[in-house]
Every structure is written in structure tokens, then in C-alpha cells.
């Protein structure tokens, strides 16, 4: 069977990358594995009360709680087998590549919840996009409405 592969990380980003992964494993048939990646902030490691500052028990709760939540508030009805759910300890390039290594298919959102607002591509996008092997979509932000002068409108 097909296996589709989306990484999320609390973003609304993320979340709409969910949402798309879902819908093209509904059309394809395929298992959906949801991986959510968590780490130590650097600044904690580097610090002489590390231990204090990145409890990683914690962090992995609250690492458990983000994936878990991002589950939940997507609309997973339809699906060819019960999501998958991955909690990966690490950096989420490196881990997304080798969760999706055998999938048909990795989604990611264009930016997350770190870096500048500014940039297109965030740095989890943009490593995947060039060290994957696989097929991989990434899924922009919503954007704002115009009436073609760049004025926002509604509707």
C-alpha cells in the first residue's frame, strides 16, 4: 500500500499541509504517517544550567501534545488505515527524509514556526526540497484575497 508522509509542527502552515496530505491519501488510497519532529533549543544546551532549562521530558510531552493536537483538528475521515503518528527526536529535515525514505510521497508546509517571516521557504522546506529522494510537495501559506491593485478584499 501507498504511504504518504506529512511533517507538521504546530504551525498553520503545517496544519494546512495535513489537510492537503490527507486529501491526496483519500484519492490515492494510501497510509498517512504524521511525523513531528522535537529538540533541545541550542542556547539551553550550551548553557551551564542545561539540565534546568530543557528538561527533555517535557519537551517531549509538549513535543507529544503538538502532534497529537495537529491529529485532532484535522478532518482524517476517509482514510485508507489509521493514521500514523511519529514523534521523532531530532532535527525535522533529517528526520522527515528518513521517515519518508520508503513513501510514495512527503508533504511539508513552506514555512514553520521559526526563522524570518519574510522568506518563502523556510529552512526545514528547503532542505527537504533538495536532500529527499522522494516526490516532495510543499504546501505555501494562505494567502489574502486581492482585487488586482494589491488592496486586500473580502470574500
Known amino acids: ?18 489537510e492537503w496530505a490527507a486529501a491526496e491519501a483519500r484519492l490515492r488510497d494510501a497510509r498517512l504517517v504524521v511525523v513531528h519532529a522535537w529538540q533541545q533549543p541550542t542556547a539551553a544546551l550550551m548553557s551551564p544550567y542545561a539540565a534546568l532549562l530543557a528538561d527533555c521530558a ?19 475521515a476517509g482514510l485508507a488505515g489509521k493514521v500514523e503518528q511519529l514523534l521523532v527526536q531530532g532535527p525535522a529535515a533529517p528526520a522527515l527524509i528518513k521517515a519518508a525514505q520508503t513513501s510514495s510521497l ?7 514556526l521559526g526563522g524570518f517571516a519574510g522568506v518563502l521557504l523556510g529552512s ?12 516532495v510537495v510543499i504546501i505555501p501559506p494562505t494567502a489574502a ?8 478584499r473580502d470574500g
Do not use: Y
Not at 3 to 17: H, L, P
Not at 106 to 112: E, F, H, K, T
Open 58 to 76: 517535557t519537551l517531549e510531552e509538549a513535543a507529544r501534545h503538538v502532534l497529537t493536537d495537529s491529529v485532532v483538528e484535522a478532518d482524517l
Open 124 to 135: 526545514v522546506s528547503r532542505q527537504v526540497a533538495h536532500e529527499a529522494t522522494i516526490p
Open 145 to 152: 484575497s486581492t482585487d488586482g491593485h494589491g488592496n486586500e
Open 1 to 18: 500500500m501507498e504511504k504518504i508522509v506529512v511533517g507538521i509542527d504546530g504551525s498553520e502552515t503545517a496544519q494546512r499541509a495535513l
Open 106 to 112: 512527503l508533504v511539508v508546509g513552506s514555512r514553520g
